[in-house]
């Protein structure tokens, strides 16, 4: 039965953007529960115009529901005006599609991308009126199973999850799901669902290890049950062009963040650069063909009527014969008056002429990602490129026409001092200068500094996050320094957040409590700055009594038991350790500074 | 190059979705019809898709009216075939017609709009006609009601939306919700929200009962003007 339409009704009249609680957008897919053996709801915790221009979602949505046997709606979390007024009025958490309650759904499927989601996470099973501690449901209530980058390292979160599913699951959803409701039609209790799915490769059900702490400090992981595996190995595609892809997503009738179409050109990236989580966990480089690529852009701009095309990887001008793909599609896209977009450049000519190619004389702002300023630390950082192809590549872009920049760089990263950060400041000023000659008009750069985040499963997995109060002074440093330099247009991550990332980026089991605890103080949308609080987060550790630099800036060794060791991402210690080292020791082995385009 | 009109009405749910959605969703309908679209010229070409008025978010309507420009003669019956199947069920074309470039633009056609507006429910007819009758009779009555606005340079100004409401009254018939029915300048040159006249019910009477979230919203009918009167509006005109 679905959520009362009336009190529904009078709620939407009363928030804002109620389109984001619709659903029945175009090539959205109604399925008869009735018929269906298996329902699944994706759940995506943030809001509708964040959940709509993740790809992993129109992904997974195709792959389960070309399955005429299984079904998948989509929910995502309410804003605070509506989940205030469900509150108010009882209505528990309903899925877009059929506006059933989550509750009564066999599978709930949480998209895990980034830290500071997960207070939603826990607030959206409440909303949903499920017990929020995997030990504490009971066989009629859904599977709770997570998915998505943050399941390398999923260890906050396993105390309220029964699985997750390591890796790329749009082939392997389908199977894992078809083995639920088999085990299910023999009526088995769900401890023993649990151990049975914990077999297959790429399931890891935390309930099945026990974490076991010395000083506090987290020494092993023991198996409880001998089917459960020792490493729990990732599930990859091995062949884009065979895997399930959608040519006719879900058009939302409200603007998402990304509103447009995608192509994903490859998967994986080939850089390896060395605080980059996504270049390590969605290794190997698989590329779509030409011939994939072109029928499938087609397809997608019929069914869905956008007309832009975003081309998209993590690295799309590694693509080879990438100038040639577009050519190729440039007769029929402009025919349809399509755009297509490059969402990552590198600082390099090629790059700068591909991104000529598809604009057609719009000249918007280009985004380039140095990264580090010194030549030494992005060494470090194996962000392998010359200052004299950064000037080169930035000499061409204002040839071609453009004036307007966007350069992103990183702070806190491992080895650097303040002198780096400072370079910041010098290797903008001197760009300025540099296009004084080149140019009359003037330039729009803006400048767009985060904070490091060591991640899991990267070769800066042991290295600790930079002190808060240092990631503030450097901060400080370059809001000063870019105040005195007109034309710069400087924005900066909270620091605080960032932190909050390396928490739980880093952590163990031992945080539940903490994330139980910040989510009953209020903390929703962490990631966002107008709902982020510090202080109800510092009232969380008091009250738990957890010292959250604990996990933010220890400094792990080589032998130590990392939280996500028993999780295999493909990429062997051996090469951590060994990137690590040459990291630490100055960057790069000798002869390869300028990276060459291998696949 | 072709100009067509046409009407079109939006029902629940996707009364939810704003002015802007409701653009996009028909531009995107139209480039899936595979409709041969004009585009604007200049640095960023756009297909010239008009709406007559913007339909406020959560505002149902039948007699809008939109205007679109083709490269090719298509007629309004291929119009029609090629774009309904391409737009959800709760935005309907209910006719189209060519027209020729002489005609002024919609926009600057419109100038007023017919709004019903029903009850939605938990008003006990009896017992609410008289208050009903009392705080229309008080707003009709008089000279002037000024209103405090943000104009377009973030300055307060003073406005008298009184001229603005040619006619409201209520209908009660047996069986049916409770009706407001509005006459309201709209347009280019000033007009007034419905929702604005309904809050204004509820200063004159103090009732909850003029609460907006407890009415729906539904604009009949746009008007134009011809020889000093007012004159409903249709795709031919």
Redesign the interface.
């Known amino acids: 039965m679905p959520v009362d339409n009336?009190i529904l009704?009078?709620i939407?009249?009363?928030v804002q953007k109620?389109?984001r609680y619709?659903g029945?957008e175009?090539n959205a897919c109604m399925k008869d529960h009735d018929r269906t053996s298996l329902s699944m709801a994706f759940a995506f915790p943030d809001l509708y115009e964040v959940g709509m221009s993740n790809q992993g979602l129109k992904i997974l949505y195709e792959s389960v529901n070309s399955r005429p046997e299984m079904l998948m709606e989509r929910v995502f979390a309410p804003a605070a005006d509506m989940e205030d007024l469900m509150r108010e009025k009882g209505l528990p958490l309903f899925t877009l599609e059929s506006h059933e309650p989550l509750a009564r759904f066999d599978v709930i499927g949480f998209s895990l991308q980034y830290e500071l989601s997960y207070t939603n996470v826990l607030n959206m099973l409440d909303l949903a009126g499920i017990e929020l501690y995997s030990d504490k449901r009971s066989d009629i209530d859904p599977l709770i199973i997570g998915g998505g980058s943050c399941s390398f390292n999923p260890e906050p979160l396993a105390s309220f999850f029964d699985l997750f599913v390591l890796g790329e699951a749009e082939e392997f959803l389908p199977e894992l799901l078809a083995e639920i409701v088999a085990l299910k039609n023999e009526k088995t209790e769900r401890k023993e669902l649990l151990a049975r799915l914990s077999s297959l490769e790429g399931v890891y059900v935390p309930s099945l290890y026990r974490p076991i702490y010395r000083d506090n400090l987290l020494i092993d992981m023991e198996k409880l049950d001998s089917r459960a595996r020792d490493v729990i190995k990732k599930k990859f595609v091995s062949d884009l062009d065979h895997a399930p892809y959608p040519t006719a997503p879900v058009?939302p009738?409200?603007?998402a963040v990304h509103d447009r179409a995608v192509i994903e050109l490859f998967r994986g990236c080939a850089r390896g650069c060395r605080f980059c989580q996504a270049g390590y966990i969605f290794r190997p480089v698989r590329r779509r063909s030409s011939e994939n690529i072109v029928e499938t852009v087609e397809k997608l701009?019929?069914?869905?009527?956008?007309?832009e095309i975003s081309l998209s990887s993590l690295s799309s001008t590694d693509y080879p014969g990438l100038d040639a793909l577009i050519s190729t599609m440039d007769n029929s896209l402009s025919a349809?008056?399509v755009r297509c977009s490059l969402p990552s450049l590198r600082l390099d000519s090629y790059s700068v002429k591909l991104a000529d190619q598809v604009h057609h004389g719009?000249r918007s702002s280009l985004t380039f990602a140095p990264e580090a300023a010194t030549e030494r630390l992005r060494r470090v950082i194996k962000k392998n490129i010359s200052e004299e192809e950064i000037f080169t590549a930035l000499g061409d872009a204002v040839k071609a026409g453009w004036h307007g920049f966007k350069l992103y760089f990183m702070i806190g990263l491992p080895t650097e001092e303040n002198e780096d950060v400072e370079a910041i400041l010098n290797l903008c000023r001197r760009i300025r200068q540099y296009f004084k000659k080149e140019t009359s008009k003037s330039l729009n750069i803006s400048v767009s500094v985060s904070t490091f985040v060591p991640k899991a499963h990267t070769p800066f997995q042991w290295e600790p996050q930079l002190d808060l109060q240092k990631v503030i002074e450097r901060q400080q440093l370059l809001r000063r320094g870019f105040r005195n330099m007109p034309g710069f247009d400087y924005s900066w991550h909270e620091a605080e957040a960032s932190f909050l990332e390396a928490v739980f980026a880093r952590g163990d089991r031992s945080l539940a409590p903490l994330l139980e605890r910040a989510w009953q103080l209020g903390c929703r949308f962490d990631g966002w700055s107008e709902h982020f609080s510090f202080n109800r987060w510092q009232k969380a550790f008091q009250d738990i009594g957890i010292d959250p630099g604990h996990y933010a800036y220890r400094r792990f060794n080589y032998e130590d038991c990392l939280p996500w060791d028993h999780l295999d991402c493909g990429a062997g210690k051996d090469i951590l350790i060994r990137e690590h080292r040459d990291a630490l020791s100055g960057g790069l082995p000798e002869g390869a500074v300028n990276g060459t385009h291998t696949f | 190059m072709e100009r067509i009109r046409f009407s079109f009405a939006r029902k629940?749910?996707?009364a939810?979705?704003?002015h802007?959605?409701t653009m996009?969703?028909f531009?995107?309908?139209?480039?899936?019809s595979g409709l041969p679209?004009a585009?604007s010229q200049g640095?960023?070409?756009h297909p010239r898709l008009t709406l007559a008025l913007p339909l406020p978010?959560?505002v149902t309507a039948s007699g809008e009216l939109g205007e679109i420009i083709f490269a090719e003669t298509v007629g309004p019956g291929k119009f029609v075939k090629s774009l309904s199947p391409?737009l959800?069920e709760s935005l309907e074309l209910t006719g189209a017609s060519v027209v020729s470039y002489e005609l002024p633009s919609l926009a600057a056609k419109v100038c007023a709009a017919r709004y019903r507006i029903f009850a939605?429910?938990g008003f006990d007819r009896e017992s609410r006609q008289a208050l009903l009758q009392q705080a229309l009779d008080s707003l009709m009555a008089k000279e002037e009601i000024i209103l405090e606005r943000i104009n377009k340079k973030k300055k307060r100004t003073c406005i008298n939306i009184r001229p603005f409401i040619y006619e409201a009254a209520f209908l009660s018939e047996e069986n049916k919700p409770l009706e407001l029915n509005m006459l309201l300048k709209a347009g280019s040159s000033g007009g007034v929200s419905p929702f604005l006249v309904v809050e204004q019910l509820g200063t004159d009477t103090g009732s909850d009962l003029f609460k907006?979230?407890n009415w729906h919203f539904h604009r009949e009918k746009l008007y134009g003007e011809k020889k000093g009167k007012l004159q409903a509006l249709s795709e031919g005109m």
């Not at chain 1, 701009?301 to 007309?307: E, M």
């Not at chain 2, 531009?27 to 899936?32: E, G, I, Q, T, V």
């Open positions: 009336t009704k009078k939407l009249a009363r109620p389109a619709l029945n175009w058009v009738y409200i603007e701009i019929a069914n869905t009527g956008y007309d349809d008056r719009r | 629940m749910p996707l939810y979705i704003s802007l959605d996009r969703l531009l995107r309908a139209l480039r899936r679209l585009y640095y960023n070409p978010l959560g391409q959800p939605i429910n907006v979230e």
